[in-house]
Each structure stands twice: as C-alpha cells, then as structure tokens.
C-alpha cells in the first residue's frame, strides 16, 4: 500500500516564528488533506489540497502530485498551534492513510 | 450544523469483554469510515460504510466488525477485548462527489484492563 511519510517527527519553536512541514508520499494519489489534532484528540480539518496551493490566515499548503509531496507553512506561530499535524492520502480505494504525524509545541 | 459525533467519549472495559462504539455522521453525509488511533501514531483505517454496505476493510481481525442503519449513523463493535485493542476510536463521514474531505468525530478512548 502507499506509503507517507511527515517530517519533522517533532518541532519546537518560539511564539512568533515561522516553520514548514513535509509529507512525501510514495504513489499517486487523489485525495490530500491535513489535520491537526488537538490535545483531547480532535482531528481538524485545515486543508484537502490534492495539488496547487492553498492559505487560511497564518496557515497555507502547497502540493506538489508529480512529485509525491505536500508541505504546511506555519506562520507567526501561537500556543494555540501546538499539537499534532497529520498528512493523510487517498490513493485507489475508499481509505484515508495517515503518516506518522509532526508533534509541534510552540513555547510562549 | 452538527459535526460528526461520537459516542460515549470514554470506555473502560476488561479483556474478553465486547464494546459497541456509535456514530452519527453530518447531516446529508452517506459514507461513514472508522480508524484506531494507538497512542503515538496517526490512525488507522478499519472499515468504510456507504450506503448501508461495507465499501471498505482495513488490515483487522474478525474481531471487528461495523454496521450502517438507514439513518446512515454507524455502529463498531469489538468481540473479545484484547489490552492493545486500547485507543482511540475515531468516526468520520464524507459527501461522496464533492470536494471529497473526510470530517472528524471526537473519538471515543477505549482503555482495556
């Protein structure tokens, strides 16, 4: 099955600081989106962005499908931004798949 | 409108024994799926329902099994708790032939004794 990957596994920044993630993926896929999970375990929508680029506020996206990967720029970080982001793919079939997600903390 | 919701929110069970998790997806949505978040890693899928059929079956035991109703809200049940069955159960619906993005219940944390 296909195989996805998130980068960093963990991130710690300063309030105020920018930072990117990554998801590499290993085969074509027709569904991307990200989540973040907060604290009590409540999975967020923040983007389904299958390719080009996205922005909501401090938070955009950019997929790349030819080349099997998506990124997640944080900007201006707030506590509230800390949690886990999840990268999760759709490739043939009906079954989202997860990677292994990036824990962010971002200290006062 | 309401998003999906869950529950109970929180199970404590023994081993050998069987839970019934429930879902009810938004309003409108036919597909119901459901993942298992163990602590530390980012779900997994279980089982995909639409339109009252089972569409789709991850990698789990016969142990696990779900069902749709007519109201499209979702039932997962466990047979024969095992300890590592302990995790979080998550439930998310989706509008077939839109923009195709999946939403998330709460979850229900199971704890197996």
């Known amino acids: 099955g296909i195989q996805v990957e998130q980068s960093p596994p963990d991130l710690i920044l300063q309030e105020g600081a920018n930072s990117t993630l990554r998801c590499n993926f290993s085969?074509?896929?027709?569904?991307l989106q990200w989540f973040h999970q907060n604290p009590w375990g409540q999975l967020i929508n923040l983007f389904y962005i299958p390719s080009g680029t996205k922005q909501n506020g401090r938070l955009s996206a950019t997929t790349v499908a030819t080349e099997r990967y998506s990124l997640l720029y944080i900007s201006s970080s707030q506590t509230t931004d800390s949690g886990v982001y999840f990268c999760?793919?759709?490739?043939?079939?009906?079954?989202?798949?997860f990677g292994g997600g990036t824990r962010v903390l971002v200290k006062p | 409108d309401a998003g999906v919701t869950q529950s109970p929110t929180h199970l404590i069970k023994t081993r050998g024994q069987h839970v019934t998790l429930r879902c009810s997806p938004i309003?409108?949505?036919?597909?119901v799926s459901w993942y298992q978040q163990v602590l530390g890693q980012g779900p997994q899928f279980i089982f995909q329902y639409y339109e009252k059929e089972e569409r789709g079956r991850g990698n789990f035991p016969d142990r696990f099994s779900a069902r749709q109703f007519p109201n499209y809200s979702s039932e997962l049940n466990v047979n024969a708790l095992l300890l590592g069955d302990s995790a979080l159960y998550l439930c998310a619906s989706r509008l077939l032939g839109t923009t195709d993005t999946q939403y998330f219940g709460p979850g229900t944390r199971l704890t197996v004794l």
């Open positions: 085969d074509s896929v027709n569904n």
């Open positions: 999760a793919v759709r490739a043939a079939g009906n079954k989202l798949t």
């Open positions: 309003s409108g949505h036919k597909s």
